[in-house]
């Protein structure tokens, strides 16, 4: 493993308690971080909690994180308890399951653009301002190559991946001059408990589009994060960074 220094850092990560989350939690405290997983599955968040307490100083709360109050008082416990927040990563998504877009109905679409693009709105809203404060931040946002590319039968999933690209965007230009930067990854699929919620011949779809043949590995998509989130990404701010074996031609 390459070494990455975020030594005293203080990192948030969304959907910590399992898959891109987790393995990011892990790549950040072997990298001196303490860690702190917010996740709505409280019984799930302990299990990770207790699981990662031996790498390093991590806690957890469990937080709505399409509730602005609840994001809200997450941030205001995160800062008491560590006296700032230096990194968050925007990683809970879920994908809504698969269907034409006709045939989708209108509140799980709202329910995948309120998860994987409100929330993160929600969460840079209550944490940039403790950010600018400090005059350090990084925040990374887990995207998707469907929000490039879009995928079919999932415009859901694809429309809200794509809008967490124009938001890393434009925040990063907002905040280019307060050491705040803010990046994207654009990974292909990772085979973590968001298949379930997928088809079979969609999972074989992604995985057809990939040259390499295979899906990223949770440990390539957080190695990539770790970089971002550290000093050595110092002039790099509303990028893209693709991971996906290829797929990606833009």
């Not at 990455?4 to 308690?17: M, N, Q, Y």
């Not at 469990?62 to 416990?77: I, Q, R």
């Not at 990063?172 to 085979?191: D, H, I, Q, T, Y």
């Not at 589009?209 to 770790?226: L, N, Q, T």
């Amino acid at each position: 493993m390459n070494q990455v220094d975020l030594k005293g850092r203080i990192a948030v990560i969304t959907g910590g308690a399992q898959g891109i989350g987790y393995a990011t939690a892990e790549r950040m405290l072997a990298s001196g971080a303490s860690v702190v997983l917010w996740d709505i599955d409280a019984a799930r968040l302990a299990t990770a909690v207790q699981a990662l307490s031996a790498q390093g100083g991590v806690s957890g709360d469990a937080v709505e994180l399409t509730d602005e109050a609840s994001v809200a008082a997450a941030t205001a416990a995160a800062v008491a308890r560590h006296g700032r927040i230096d990194i968050l990563v925007n990683n809970a998504g879920i994908t809504g399951g698969n269907a034409p877009t006709w045939e989708l109905s209108p509140a799980v679409w709202r329910q995948v653009v309120e998860v994987n693009l409100i929330a993160p709105f929600l969460t840079c809203r209550a944490v940039v301002p403790q950010m600018i404060t400090q005059g350090y931040g990084r925040i990374v946002n887990i995207a998707s190559v469907a929000g490039k590319e879009g995928n079919p039968n999932a415009s859901h999933y694809s429309a809200s991946k794509a809008g967490l690209i124009g938001l890393t965007k434009s925040l990063g230009k907002e905040l280019a001059n307060k050491g705040v930067l803010v990046n994207a990854v654009a990974p292909a699929a990772a085979r973590t408990a968001i298949f379930d919620q997928m088809k079979p011949e969609h999972i074989n779809f992604m995985l057809g589009k990939i040259p390499m043949g295979r899906f990223v590995e949770v440990a390539e998509v957080a190695a990539m994060v770790a970089w971002l989130a550290s000093e050595d990404c110092s002039f790099s701010t509303g990028a893209v960074f693709d991971l996906s074996g290829g797929r990606a031609t833009y």
